[in-house]
C-alpha cells in the first residue's frame, strides 16, 4: 500500500487548505485513514481520523469546529480541508492508512501501518 500526499504550502493566518492522500495497492474501503502532524522538535500528533467501519470520524480539540477528514472512494482518496488556520497549525503533515486499528488507538501513530511522505503546512502570522 502506497500513500502520496499533496496540498501543503504557505498560508495566512485565517486561510484555507486542502491536503490530498491518494491511496494505492490496496481496497481503500478496507482501510481506517487518519492525518497527523509533526512540527519541528515536537512528536507527532493525531489531528483527524476517519474509521472504516461506520465512517465515524474523528479531531483532536484543538482543530474541531475548523478542520474536516473526507473520503472519494472512486477516488481512493482521503481529504483534509483546513480552515481558519493559525500559526500554530504549522507542521509536515502526514496521511496514514490502517487495515486493523482497533478502537484505542484511533489516535495513536502505531494505529497506523502505512504512511505518506508528509506536506508541508506554514501558516503565517
Known amino acids: 500500500v502506497q500513500l502520496q500526499a499533496s496540498g501543503g504550502g504557505l498560508v495566512q493566518a485565517g486561510g484555507s487548505l486542502r491536503l490530498s492522500c491518494a491511496v494505492s495497492?490496496?481496497?481503500?474501503?478496507?482501510?481506517?485513514t487518519a492525518w497527523f502532524r509533526q512540527a519541528p522538535g515536537k512528536e507527532r500528533e493525531f489531528v483527524a481520523a476517519?474509521?472504516?467501519?461506520?465512517?465515524?470520524?474523528y479531531y483532536r480539540d484543538s482543530v474541531k469546529g475548523r478542520f474536516t477528514i473526507s473520503r472519494d472512494g472512486a477516488k481512493n482518496t482521503v481529504y483534509l480541508q483546513m480552515n481558519s488556520l493559525k500559526p500554530e497549525d504549522t507542521a509536515v503533515y502526514y496521511c496514514?492508512?490502517?487495515?486493523?486499528?482497533?478502537?484505542?488507538?484511533?489516535?495513536?501513530?502505531?494505529?497506523?501501518?502505512?504512511w505518506g511522505q508528509g506536506t508541508q503546512v506554514t501558516v503565517s502570522s
Open positions: 476517519w474509521r472504516k467501519s461506520g465512517g465515524y470520524t
Open positions: 495497492g490496496g481496497t481503500f474501503s478496507g482501510y481506517n
Open positions: 496514514a492508512a490502517g487495515a486493523n486499528t482497533i478502537l484505542s488507538t484511533t489516535r495513536l501513530p502505531r494505529g497506523y501501518n502505512y
